[in-house]
């Protein structure tokens, strides 16, 4: 499967360590940064990241920051994206089922090494059951318009 991944500062550690143990399962992963731990903004990275799933370049994404709370908006500003922010496996695994999300996030400074591996794990695993969800999903990647008052 290729898999994007993109994190800030606070999670570059984490991110390296699931970019290598992704590769060893055989797993095409695409990096996209930041390639140190220097200080960045997440929504940079978080956008790389919609991106690269809207454009076709990944299948699914992993988005790692402090707390996971600040990508995981930002990846969910693009229309294509359905992040979810997870702390565990069974999360992991309804945001596949029930939610058909393509991003999963993550908090570095929330997550043991051992729980984000298997939060990604019941994630690249699940399936999106469809049927009642097919159409809550629909309706995630085309909202309504909405009219603001003032």
Same mark, same amino acid.
């Given at each position: 499967?290729?898999?994007?991944?993109?994190?800030?500062? +606070?999670?570059?550690?984490?991110?390296?360590?699931? @970019?290598?143990?992704?590769?060893?399962? %055989?797993?095409? $992963? /695409?990096?996209? *940064?930041?390639?140190?731990?220097?200080?960045?903004?997440?929504?940079?990275?978080?956008?790389?990241?919609?991106?690269?799933?809207?454009?076709?370049?990944?299948?699914?994404?992993?988005?790692?920051?402090?707390?996971?709370?600040?990508?995981?908006?930002?990846?969910?500003?693009?229309?294509?994206?359905?992040? +979810?922010?997870?702390?565990?496996?069974?999360?992991? @695994?309804?945001?596949?089922?029930?939610? %058909?999300?393509? $991003? /999963?996030?993550? *908090?570095?400074?929330?997550?043991?090494?051992?729980?984000?591996?298997?939060?990604?794990?019941?994630?690249?695993?699940?399936?999106?059951?469809?049927?009642?969800?097919?159409?809550?999903?629909?309706?995630?990647?085309?909202?309504?318009?909405?009219?603001?008052?003032?």
């Amino acid at each position: 499967m290729r898999i994007a991944i993109a994190s800030d500062h +606070a999670a570059y550690e984490l991110k390296a360590v699931l @970019a290598a143990w992704l590769r060893d399962l %055989d797993h095409e $992963v /695409l990096d996209l *940064g930041p390639a140190t731990a220097d200080r960045v903004d997440y929504p940079d990275f978080g956008y790389k990241l919609a991106e690269a799933i809207a454009d076709g370049r990944a299948e699914r994404g992993i988005a790692l920051c402090g707390s996971g709370i600040g990508i995981s908006i930002a990846v969910n500003r693009h229309p294509a994206a359905r992040c +979810a922010l997870v702390s565990d496996p069974y999360s992991a @695994a309804l945001s596949r089922e029930h939610n %058909d999300a393509n $991003v /999963l996030a993550m *908090g570095a400074r929330l997550i043991g090494e051992d729980m984000a591996k298997a939060c990604v794990a019941s994630f690249l695993v699940g399936d999106f059951a469809g049927g009642r969800h097919g159409p809550r999903v629909d309706k995630l990647s085309h909202p309504p318009q909405l009219e603001t008052s003032r």
